[in-house]
Antibody, heavy 120, light 107 residues
Framework: QVRLEESGGAVVQPGKSLRLSCVASGFFFGSYGMHWVRQAPGKGLEWVAFVAFDGKNTLYADSVVGRFFISRDNSMGTIYLQMDSLRPEDTAVYYC?????????????WGQGTLVTVSS | DIQMTQSPSTLSASVGDRVTITCRASQNIDSWLAWYQQKPGKAPKFLISKASRLQSGVPSRFSGSGFGTEFTLTISSLQPDDFATYYCQQYNDYSWTFGQGTKVEVK
């Protein structure tokens, strides 16, 4: 079955960097776009970033563009989210999600999330 | 960017009730709309794609409809496992946005 497992969440000071990882299994990883979606404490869902199946195309929410960078390693079945210049408003649970059968329109499977807290 | 507005924000209902949640898009999104269910402390679960396509394993009491800017999620007979928060989500022009969520709570 499809499994997505995020890691790397931590408490970090404003302005610092952090890298999240998501290891995928149970499907042909190299055929699907992948996303990061976040959820601030007690708030709704916010799409953060997308990476195409081959890693050649990426897209970002306006709130993170220029600070966050998504990448993937198809040989390892893993996607990454490099988060630089972190702000308190980046505090959230970060989920990785597999694109649906179309590749990218919807979020078919989700990991359990990893918590990032940005605080001094 | 396209904004998604759900109503109501909170819905109080009883087991067996028919429940309807509305999602409105700020501009036309054809049928590029999905619905998710989220329970406290858990990841969202994908329920419906392309406005009305029920995902495998999702009970048939869930249904979706709509096109363009107005969409609905209906639960025909609310079950105890259905008390949760529901989100709509749209895709358009290389951007994805969610509604603010509708919490279905026990009346």
């Amino acid at each position: 079955q499809v499994r997505l497992e995020e890691s790397g969440g931590a408490v970090v000071q404003p302005g610092k960097s952090l890298r999240l990882s998501c290891v995928a299994s149970g499907f042909f990883f190299g055929s699907y776009g992948m996303h990061w979606v976040r959820q601030a404490p007690g708030k709704g869902l916010e799409w953060v970033a997308f990476v195409a199946f081959d890693g050649k195309n990426t897209l970002y929410a306006d709130s993170v563009v220029g600070r966050f960078f998504i990448s993937r390693d198809n040989s390892m079945g893993t996607i990454y989210l490099q988060m630089d210049s972190l702000r308190p408003e980046d505090t959230a649970v970060y989920y990785c999600a597999k694109g649906d059968a179309s590749g990218w329109y919807f979020f078919e499977y989700w990991g359990q999330g990893t918590l990032v807290t940005v605080s001094s | 960017d396209i904004q998604m507005t759900q109503s109501p924000s909170t819905l109080s209902a009883s087991v067996g009730d028919r429940v309807t949640i509305t999602c409105r898009a700020s501009q036309n999104i054809d049928s590029w709309l999905a619905w998710y269910q989220q329970k406290p402390g858990k990841a969202p679960k994908f329920l419906i794609s392309k406005a009305s396509r029920l995902q495998s394993g999702v009970p048939s009491r869930f249904s979706g409809s709509g096109f363009g800017t107005e969409f609905t999620l209906t639960i025909s007979s609310l079950q105890p496992d259905d008390f949760a928060t529901y989100y709509c989500q749209q895709y358009n022009d290389y951007s994805w946005t969610f509604g603010q969520g509708t919490k279905v709570e026990v009346k």
